[in-house]
């Protein structure tokens, strides 16, 4: 199966955000175990560095190093952005997110916000969702 991580899911995981933490490391054990495919978007890693800077820059590069250790990099190019701008989307990163996803055959986008991808072409789910599916 693969599974596009939005933003949120990401940053559950790398920041140990609690109550979210345990729900995203679920996800990262099944990629870890070979048992799904993850894949994030640039704008991902980009708002994550951001994020992490903050607190402790030090922090950044490690912490992506895994991220990327574990999950695959969507392409994010002018057809992406043509696409979003086109779309129905309200936000336009998650309209960048989604189809970013599209690009790759993703199976499910799991995210904490579903209704951020009504629009979605695109099963979406939350992680807790997604555990009572995974293989």
């Known amino acids: 199966m693969r599974l596009f991580l939005d933003t949120n899911v990401v940053m559950d995981m ?3 955000r609690e109550p979210f933490f345990l729900a995203a490391a ?3 054990a099944l990629s870890a175990a070979e048992k799904v495919e993850l894949f ?5 890693y980009a708002t994550a ?6 607190r402790d820059i030090s922090q950044v590069k490690p912490l992506l190093s895994q991220l ?3 999950s695959h990099v969507t392409i994010a190019d002018e057809a992406t952005i043509d696409q979003s701008l086109a779309s129905e989307f309200e936000d336009f990163e998650d ?3 989604h189809f970013s996803a599209t690009r790759h055959h993703i ?12 629009h979605s072409q695109i099963k979406v789910l939350t992680p807790a969702e997604f555990m ?3 293989p």
Do not use: C, H, V, W
């Open 132 to 134: 009572t599916l995974a």
């Open 95 to 97: 309209g960048l997110q």
């Open 40 to 44: 994030a978007s640039p704008m991902t």
């Open 68 to 70: 990327r250790t574990l």
């Open 14 to 16: 790398l920041q140990r």
């Open 107 to 118: 199976d499910y986008i799991i995210t904490r916000n579903k209704d951020d991808f009504s």
């Open 26 to 28: 679920n996800l990262f």
């Open 49 to 54: 560095s951001y994020l992490i800077g903050k």
